[in-house]
């Protein structure tokens, strides 16, 4: 189990940048698969990227292919989602999960540690 806290929202223009992060405690961070999935209001929770724990396994939503970035610095007990071209749609609150696996999962019901979330608002 570790602890997660994610920060780094705000609002911003459409075709803005935006950079989370997502801090964990933990001696064994490293060896867990992290995740940023996302929800907006009326909607169901959403994949957006996903990181193994060495970063050799990665996988992002068809919706923010080319856009989105998710890297992590296992020594930092961070991981990121660096957002460019931002669109209205990416609108949000962004959520961080992690979980014991050596490969990056996709899917909500595969992680038990989710941090508070942080809001992002992309406007027109």
């Known amino acids: 189990q570790v602890q997660l806290v994610e920060s780094g929202g705000g609002l911003v223009q459409a075709g803005g940048s935006l950079r989370l992060s997502c801090a964990a405690s933990g001696r064994t961070f490293s060896t867990y698969a992290v995740a940023w999935f996302r929800q907006a209001p009326g909607n169901e929770r959403e994949f957006v990227a996903a990181v193994s724990w060495n970063s050799g396994n990665t996988y992002y939503a068809d919706s923010v292919k080319g856009r989105f970035t998710i890297s992590r610095v296992n020594a930092l007990n961070t991981v990121y989602l660096q957002m460019n071209s931002l669109k209205p749609e990416d609108t949000a609150v962004y959520y961080c999960?992690?979980?014991?696996?050596?490969?990056?999962?996709?899917?909500?019901?595969?992680?038990?540690?989710w941090g508070q979330g942080t809001q992002v608002t992309v406007s027109s």
């Open positions: 999960a992690a979980s014991p696996s050596r490969v990056a999962l996709t899917t909500t019901r595969m992680y038990a540690d």
